[in-house]
């Protein structure tokens, strides 16, 4: 037996326009499911089913990205919240506003960092890590590597830990070599 108060597809469909309604950005439908899928109440087939359908009937607008489909809540939609404000319990609105917190920073962040690589003439690559605070590169480091191995591992190691080494290469950066000698004489 299913948890949760949203069960009936009607339920499903307002509560997929409601978290779209929350999300400042397109998404992906991943994104969507993650924010959308709190309650218990209904799985995976029932959401995919109500969303072509609100997608089918213009609820839901969907945008050709290079390589992959992102959506957000049309005009058609927006009404449908608008009409329907306050149908979810306040506990299910409460899940969704925090689910819908966590994957606009996890997108914002994403979407902050880029790591990408290129193979040179000799064989070996070039690996492009990067900070960006909207528009505006913040730091970014070239890095030679000798296999495509190794441009994966910093990489991933990189998209992991991106606010550690941001900090921890500023640190470095502005470290006063006077203050460090000081310290070191007083040992």
């Known amino acids: 037996m299913r948890m949760g108060y949203i069960r009936e597809p009607e339920d499903v469909k307002y509560l997929i326009l409601y978290c779209l309604s929350l999300l400042p950005m397109t998404v992906s439908v991943d994104d969507l499911m993650e924010v959308t899928m709190i309650d218990g109440g209904f799985g ?12 089918e009937s213009g609820h839901i607008s969907e945008l050709d ?20 404000e306050g149908q979810l319990r306040l506990s299910v609105r409460d899940r969704a ?3 819908a917190l966590r994957v606009i920073s996890r997108i914002r962040r994403n979407n902050s960092l880029r790591a990408y690589h290129k193979k040179n003439d000799d064989g ?5 890590l990067a900070v960006y605070d909207k528009s ?3 730091m970014s480091i070239n890095v030679a590597v000798f296999n ?3 441009c994966q591992m910093l990489e991933q190691n990189f998209k992991d830990n991106a606010e550690s080494i941001y900090k921890g290469l500023l640190s470095l950066l502005l470290e006063d070599p006077k203050a460090k000698a000081s310290q070191e004489e007083t040992k």
């Open 44 to 55: 995976y087939f029932e959401f995919m089913q109500c969303f072509h359908e609100l997608l």
């Open 65 to 84: 990205m290079i390589d992959h489909k992102e959506y957000l809540l049309s005009n058609e939609g927006r009404k449908v919240v608008e009409l329907m």
């Open 97 to 99: 506003q925090t689910a």
């Open 124 to 128: 070996s690559f070039h690996v492009t």
């Open 136 to 138: 505006f590169e913040m």
């Open 148 to 150: 495509e191995r190794q």
